[in-house]
Nanobody, 130 residues
Framework: QVQLVESGGGTVRAGDSLRLSCTDSGRLFLGYQLAWFRQTPGNERDFVAAIHWNNWNGGSAYYADSVKGRFTISKDPTENPWYLYLQMNSLTPEDTAVYYC??????????????????WGKGTLVTVAS
């Protein structure tokens, strides 16, 4: 079965960088839409970034306004098993959250909606200290 697993979370200081990784431990997921969401206590899961992986040579990336220019989502076409990355730079305390990897077999124009994704990881905590 598909089991998305995130890693790379931790505690950093404001201004630092962190890279999150996600893969399918079951090595079954070959879907075309992957994304990162984040959630803080008492709030809904918010869209961070998504990638439409529609060919072996790369894909289109989309970002929430709050992270545009600071975060980069990527997936290396040469890696097997595949890994989804989220490079996070210039982190601020407002980026503190549990970050989730999500996957879908469908290319969806509503990539920013959590409901567009069938597969989810359990999350990795990112804490940014001021």
């Amino acid at each position: 079965q598909v089991q998305l697993v995130e890693s790379g979370g931790g505690t950093v200081r404001a201004g630092d960088s962190l890279r999150l990784s996600c893969t399918d431990s079951g090595r079954l997921f070959l879907g075309y839409q992957l994304a990162w969401f984040r959630q803080t206590p008492g709030n809904e899961r918010d869209f961070v970034a998504a990638i439409h992986w529609n060919n072996w040579n790369g894909g289109s990336a989309y970002y929430a306004d709050s992270v545009k220019g600071r975060f980069t989502i990527s997936k290396d076409p040469t890696e097997n098993p595949w890994y989804l990355y989220l490079q996070m730079n210039s982190l601020t305390p407002e980026d503190t959250a549990v970050y989730y990897c999500a996957g879908s077999y469908e290319l969806d124009s509503y990539y920013y909606r959590a409901s567009s994704y069938k597969y989810w990881g359990k999350g990795t905590l990112v804490t940014v200290a001021s």
